[in-house]
Structure formats: C-alpha cells, structure tokens
C-alpha cells in the first residue's frame, strides 16, 4: 500500500463551514476542547483526511485528559436529563433478578449458573445428584474488591472432578486459565496458565488434562494486530508445568485466521479447526489412540464451513457446502475423502437455515431456524425424523443441553414478550416440562409482535420484527428505537430484553431488520453483506427506516437508532448516509475508522469479513462508506451518544473517540454529541449489574429526551 503522511498541527476545524459550527456548538453546549491536526494519507492514490489520528493513542495524557473531560462532560448532561431517576428504579427491578441456566450433566454431578436479585454478579453453583443439595462452584462477587475480575467460560471434566474456567479483568477479552477441583473448591495453582484468550479446553475423557488454544504475550513479534495468528493448539497435563505442554499444532502465522481444537468425547478424535473469518473452515484430523501424529485433512480448500461432532467412530458433518442453507453429512474416517460422505439430513427444501446438530439420548437433535425463528426436532442417527419439539410460540430456542447416553435434554427459550425459560424434555418419549423461568414485574399483555417484509434498495426483500403495543396508531406519531447488526453470520431473531420495557412503558416501539450480512437466510445472505457488498447491509437498515416512516409507524424526527460492535459500524454507516431519517443515535463499542480498523485490537481476524485498505480495490470500498471519513462539516447531524468502554480489547476504542470528535467539530444541528466511557469494561460491557442500569438509564433518558418523549414520573410521584 502507498501511503503518504502529511502532519501540522492546528487549532481549528479543517473546513470554514466545520470551524464555525464548532464554535457554535461549543458556545450553546460547552463542549470539551478537542483540537484537529492536519493528517493526510495517500493511499492508493486515494487522499484521506485523519484530523484526530492523536486520539489514537490512549496512553498519551493529553488523550487520557481528554477523555476524563468528555466523559464527565456526557454523564453531567445525561444525569440532568429529566426521567432517568425514574427510568434507574425501574431498570434496577428489571435487572436484579433471579433466575437459572440449564444443568450440564457431567459424571454424578450438575453444573449450572444463577443471577441472584441481591448480587451484582452470577454466581456457578455444582449439585451431586440431579437433586443433591446446591454447593458454590465459582462467585465472581467474590474475586475482587472493587467487582473488576469477571468468570469467562467454565467448563467442567466429563467426570465432573475438575473444572477450567478463565477469568477476565475489566471483563476484556484476554484471560487466564483455571483449574479447580470441584469436591474441595480448592483452585490447583501449578495448573494456572496465562494467554488464554480463545482458550476453549476440550477435556481428556479420562480427566487427565485438556486440549485448549494458547497466545503468546505482546512482544517485538508479537504485536496486537498479529496475535492471533501466533495461537498453538496445546495439551496440558494436570499438575504438570504449563510451560512444558505439548505442542500439538502449531501457529498458522496468519492474523486473518483463528486455530482451534480439540478431543471428541470418547478420546478417540483429535480435531485441529483454521478458521478464515466467518467464511469458510479447514478441518484435520488424527486417531488420538495411536502414535501417528500426522494430521490428515478432512474438509481442506473448501470455501465453506464445517463443525464435526465425533460419536462411535463416524463424523457427523454440518456444513454449508453445496448447501448455503446448511446439511448435515456422515463421514468414515477410514474413507475420509469428501466424494465419500453421506448425506444424512439435505439443505432444507422450505428455506429454514440448519443452526445446531448435538448427539443427545443416541439421536440427533437439530436445530433449526425458519423466518428468523426457532425449530426443534429429534432424528434417529440415520436422520429420520422422529418427532418435532413443541415451543411456546414463535421465538428463539437453544440446541437441546444433553450427553448421547442421556435421555433427559434441556433447553432454553425466549421471545420479544417472554422471559427466558428453561424447559425439560425426555428424547425417547417426547414428553417436555418447563423446569425454570424467569419471573419479571412487567405485564406483556399490552403488546404485540409482527414481523414484516420491506423492499430495499436493489428491491431484495427484507424481514423485519417490530414490537409494540397494540393498540399503536400508525399516524407517525410513536417515538421508534431501531436497531440492527448485518455481519458475520450473525442471526437476529426473537430475544428477551427487560431493559427494553422502560422504553415500551413510555410509549415507544421496537424494531430490528434482518439485514444481509446476517446468517438468517443462509451463507447466500451473509456474504450479500460482506466484502464488497457491505452497502448493502446500510442500505437494508436505511430502507427498514424509510418503511417504518412510509407506513405510518413513526417519522424521522421520532425516530432513533442504535448498534453496537459491527453494529456500531451500521448505525455509523447509517447516520452518515442519511442524517435527515434520523433524530437520534446510540453507537456503541463501534468500528468507525475503515482504513486502519486491521492495525488495531482484532482487526485483522476480521479483514475475510470487510477486507482491507492494504488492497487498493477494497481500500475503494472501505474508503466509501467509512462513518470517519463521511462526516462533512456543516450537516445538521442527528444527536449522537457514543458508548465506549475503556477496556475493550477487541475493538479499539479510538474509533468511539475520533468519531465523536470530528461530529462535535461538524454538527450543525445543535444537537448533542456526547462520548461516554464505561470505566472497569471490555467489548461486552461490564460484568456488574449496577453498571448495566446505569448505563441503560443513560441510554433511554438520552433517547426520550431528543425524542421529545414524555418523561417518567419519579416513583411515588
């Protein structure tokens, strides 16, 4: 890539139009100081303007002052908006609950997760028997003082004698590896192993140790951009040294792939997975039981993607090849070659997207998904259908939580107006109990869900869930919450949201496209939305809008949208594109900055997805609908409350900072723009409910405010 750097320092906007607007702003709001420098890249022949590039660097003190300023500036605006001290009481009902996940069944024992209407964290409890009397597993209230350690995975031995589980400072994204013996609660410190970000331990079936991804510290070699790419694949020994575990493979040195792996149940399979985005997957494999340590490919060069679940020497095969809707496949491992595969259950005739295959009470328990909805069924290991699981009505079910000897499965559900349950199934007999179910003071009965199709730009047809209430007069009228993610596969389907409620309560609705980039629909949809496509996702989101407006639910001045992480990047896309449709934006954790998002964070794992300035056909691209490099001084931007959390280790926060920066610098419409940076919290946000409410809280009063929503009374009041 060519790249010229041209850098002066100024003390104003770069355009005229920008500096004045930014002078008004400033006298009307008081807005923090933030001043522009004079950065051009040339890149590709493409002349790109970076007046914040020094908000880069967070260490910096002029940044860290900066963003002390910014954030205290966001939250005294936010904290004298009226109706947030009714909307934090509210929220603190909804969100200091009590509630249960479905058991894991390992050995004599189960293990399952709790949220407690008195405790910030979850807290993992284990029973001997399913019924046996509840004992502590792991309380993260526990860990630290100030509540900043987070339990990541927690993943229990197939005898249940042990468990691995990770813990996360400030709930980031790196962490360190744990083993403790569950009988005596005691943590074994010789098993302690650091670089355990993409961990995942795969258990011996004998509990002599785990298989688990390993990452090298920070180093000269080693930057953050190339972690990824030095991962190994290791075994670990229990009560061994962790700096002696065995290599079993090694590092791809490509950042733009993710290794990974692991054992089947019976510890005859040994499985290596590279996987190149969210696009396509190598799988090898070896006979764990003999002294051969050549991997033999199994699926390699194929642009698809491939899980393999090993049970009584026979792979079962979900994939995406020749299939975009999913299929599910039987391979030999002594005839591995794909011309040798047998298809078990074909790509769906009617649509529906193959989500989940697990081998549960010795039959095949699938998941489907259909419309963006959820379908349960039970086949025999051949792939005849045995019966389909009833739900409650149209939503999101999980795979069914079972081992193959096991015929008592779990499984979870949830919908737009039903909390989550946990239900209990028998796979031989069919007969299904609810066995949990969150209780919430909230009355559903007032609203509604209905799911639409809208044409977008290039006239493909979209769907899209809209929840509000009943009796909602289309006259424009209704103050309208709009969000939405498009990429990486990622489905949006029907979920519970209490936090949600407070905006329901006050007259608001909800809505979310099922925008291409998404897996909804299939491989098809998601790569119509990738790469080069990527217009299309903003274009879908933009035409989800103009119908909401077109057919009387609401008007643009009523209107608000919000995204986080890749749809942080949409909602950016979006407000950029179209300032006029929207009054308000919630932009959270995002990617902004399209040209250099790879040098930072995890960037480079996501170039298969968006592709990268270093190729100059995709540098074009990129360059295009880049939210940083689309602002223009002048516009009258919609207000905008940029979340940013101060230990995001995944997406760069310089995005959330460069971006509010340049649109306080730009904005015309005497609306605010406002950064605020959740202090202790990583890509997912903070682990602490207390900080969930106050962050909701923010968000909702920023929202009805614009709005122009009535506020919430204080309660008693």
């Known amino acids: 890539m060519t790249r010229t750097i041209v850098l002066a320092v100024v003390t104003v906007a770069l355009s005229a139009t920008s500096a004045v607007a930014q002078k008004e702003q400033k006298a009307r709001m008081k807005v923090p100081e933030t001043r522009a420098v004079d950065v051009k890249d040339v890149v590709h022949g493409l002349t790109i303007a970076d007046p914040y590039r020094w908000l880069e660097d967070e260490k910096a003190p002029e940044v860290k002052a900066w963003m002390a300023a910014q954030d205290k500036y966001a939250r005294d605006a936010i904290a004298k908006l009226p109706g947030r001290e009714a909307l934090t009481a509210r929220l603190k009902q909804l969100y200091y609950v009590d509630s249960v996940s479905a058991p894991a069944h390992r050995g004599t024992r189960f293990f399952y997760r709790r949220t407690h209407a008195d405790r910030e964290k979850a807290v993992y409890y284990w029973r001997e028997g399913e019924n046996g ?99 190994e694949l290791r075994f670990h020994p229990l009560g061994k040294d962790p700096e002696k575990d065995r290599l079993v493979h090694p590092a791809t040195k490509n950042p733009q792939t993710f290794l990974g792996g692991g054992v089947s149940r019976d510890g005859h399979w040994l499985f290596v997975y590279v996987q190149h985005g969210w696009n396509s997957t190598d799988v090898y494999f070896r006979d764990a039981r003999g002294k051969e340590l050549a ?84 086949r025999t290991l051949g792939g005849k259908l045995v019966r389909a699981i009833a739900l409650p009505t149209v939503g999101t079910a999980s795979s069914l939580f079972g081992l193959p000897e096991d015929d008592t499965a779990y499984f979870t559900f949830v919908s737009f107006t039903q909390p989550a349950q946990v239900w209990k199934t028998s796979v031989k007999s069919g007969d299904t109990s609810l066995w949990a179910e969150v209780k919430l003071p909230i009355d559903t009965t007032p609203y509604t869900v209905e799911q639409v199709k809208y044409s977008s730009k290039d006239g493909t047809q979209v769907t899209m869930f809209i929840v509000r209430r009943k009796d909602l007069k289309r006259d424009g009228s209704t103050p309208f919450l709009l969000g939405g993610y498009g990429g990486f596969n990622v489905s949006i389907t029907p979920s519970f949201s209490s936090g949600l409620y407070p905006w329901l309560e006050a007259g608001g609705a909800y809505a979310t496209p099922n925008l291409r980039g998404g897996g909804e629909y299939g491989e098809e949809w998601h790569k119509a ?41 949409l909602v950016g896309a979006a407000l950029t594109q179209r300032p006029d449709l929207f009054r308000a934006v919630i932009c959270a954790v995002p990617l902004l900055d399209m040209v250099r998002y790879h ?103 920023f929202l009805m405010d614009i709005l122009g929503m009535k506020a919430p009374a204080p309660a008693g009041k």
């Open 599 to 701: 040098l930072f964070g995890s960037g480079k794992t996501w170039i298969p997805e968006y592709g990268s300035s270093e190729d100059a056909a995709q540098a074009k691209t990129l360059f295009a609908y880049s939210p940083y490099h689309r602002v223009k001084g002048g516009t009258k931007y919609p207000a905008v409350l940029m979340m940013s959390a101060d230990a995001d280790d995944r997406v760069d926060p310089m995005h959330a900072r460069k971006m509010a920066a340049l649109l306080q610098a730009s904005s015309t419409s005497g609306l605010p723009v406002l950064l605020r940076i959740e202090p202790h919290s990583g890509h997912g946000g903070a682990d602490l409910v207390k900080q969930a409410v106050e962050q909701s809280a923010d968000s909702y009063a």
């Open 133 to 231: 009397a509840e004992k502590v597993l792991l309380d993260p209230n526990t860990m630290s003082k100030d509540g900043t350690t987070s339990v990541g995975m927690v993943v229990p031995s197939w005898d249940g004698k042990f468990v691995a589980y990770t813990t996360k400072a400030n709930n980031s994204d790196e962490a360190t590896l744990h083993v403790m013996e569950v009988a005596t609660g005691k943590e074994r410190p010789g098993d302690r192993i650091e670089g355990a970000k993409y961990a995942s331990p795969s258990w011996a079936p004998d509990a002599s140790g785990f298989y688990y991804t390993w990452l090298p510290p920070l180093s000269k070699e080693v930057t953050v951009a190339d972690r990824p790419g030095f991962a």
């Open 295 to 378: 991997w033999k490919p199994l699926a390699v060069g194929v642009d698809a993607q491939f899980e393999v679940e090993a049970y009584q020497d026979r792979f079962y095969v979900k994939t995406n090849w020749k299939a975009p809707r999913w299929r599910l496949l039987l391979a030999d491992p002594k005839k591995p070659a794909m011309a040798d595969w047998k298809e078990l259950v074909p790509e769906s005739p009617e649509g529906a997207v193959l989500e989940g295959v697990d081998i549960v009470g010795g039959h095949l328990a699938l998941q489907w998904m259909k419309s963006a909805a959820s379908a349960l069924e039970v």
């Open 529 to 569: 939305g990738m790469g080069a496509k990527k217009q299309n996702v903003f274009d879908d989101f933009i035409a989800a809008a103009e119908y909401l407006v077109k057919e009387g639910y609401t008007k643009p001045e009523r209107l608000a949208i919000r995204g986080g992480s890749n749809g942080g990047l």
